[in-house]
């Protein structure tokens, strides 16, 4: 990889479930870093809960909101930016992100029904959960591995091991 480009310390990435939020926010913690996630600034902005956005808006409206967010954080120096599942698949986020140190979280279909429970906060997901959170996740693995500078297997694990070993890879110490 290149040279990191100014902007996040790290952009955590991955499937939905995979704690990338939790990850995220550990690290900043741990390196006295601001975190920002990309889909409670959307809320943020929007007034309304990512949900509340595909059920009113739809998608295309939640990914454009989405992509603005993503961009405008992306030059921001300095913090750990964690993005929603589907940031990646949108080219011009994909595009933005090429250069920048990514940490690509994975996890398998039994630990992420555990954390998220697919339930209705989970719009891409509503219907036969199981099998779209597995056909969603085959889908985007290539575009979320070539984004990676780094991956990190969550399953079966706790945050804190998670945030631990991420930090040995972004401090070069692994």
């Not at 290149?2 to 952009?11: D, E, F, H, Q, Y």
């Not at 295309?60 to 993503?70: K, L, M, P, T, W």
């Given at each position: 990889?290149?040279?990191?480009?100014?902007?996040?310390?790290?952009?955590?990435?991955?499937?939905?479930?995979?704690?990338?939020?939790?990850?995220?926010?550990?690290?900043?913690?741990?390196?006295?870093?601001?975190?920002?996630?990309?889909?409670?600034?959307?809320?943020?902005?929007?007034?309304?809960?990512?949900?509340?956005?595909?059920?009113?808006?739809?998608?295309?409206?939640?990914?454009?909101?989405?992509?603005?967010?993503?961009?405008?954080?992306?030059?921001?120096e300095g913090i750990v930016l964690a993005l929603g599942g589907g940031a990646p698949m949108t080219p011009a986020v994909a595009e933005a992100l090429a250069g920048h140190r990514v940490l690509l979280l994975d996890v398998g279909i039994a630990d992420a029904a555990k954390r998220i429970g697919f339930d209705r906060s989970r719009p891409l997901l509503a219907v036969n959960p199981r099998q779209a959170w597995i056909r969603t996740t085959e889908a985007r693995r290539p575009t979320y591995e070539a984004l990676a500078t780094w991956r990190i297997d969550t399953a079966g694990r706790d945050a804190e091991s998670v945030v631990t070993e991420s930090l040995s890879l972004l401090e070069g110490r692994a």
């Open positions: 990889m290149s040279a990191a480009l100014s902007g996040p310390w790290v952009v955590v990435i991955g499937p939905p479930g995979v704690g990338k939020s939790t990850v995220a926010a550990g690290i900043a913690e741990r390196t006295g870093r601001q975190v920002v996630d990309t889909d409670r600034l959307v809320e943020e902005r929007e007034g309304r809960s990512v949900p509340d956005l595909f059920i009113e808006n739809g998608e295309e409206y939640f990914r454009e909101a989405e992509q603005r967010a993503v961009i405008d954080s992306l030059a921001q």
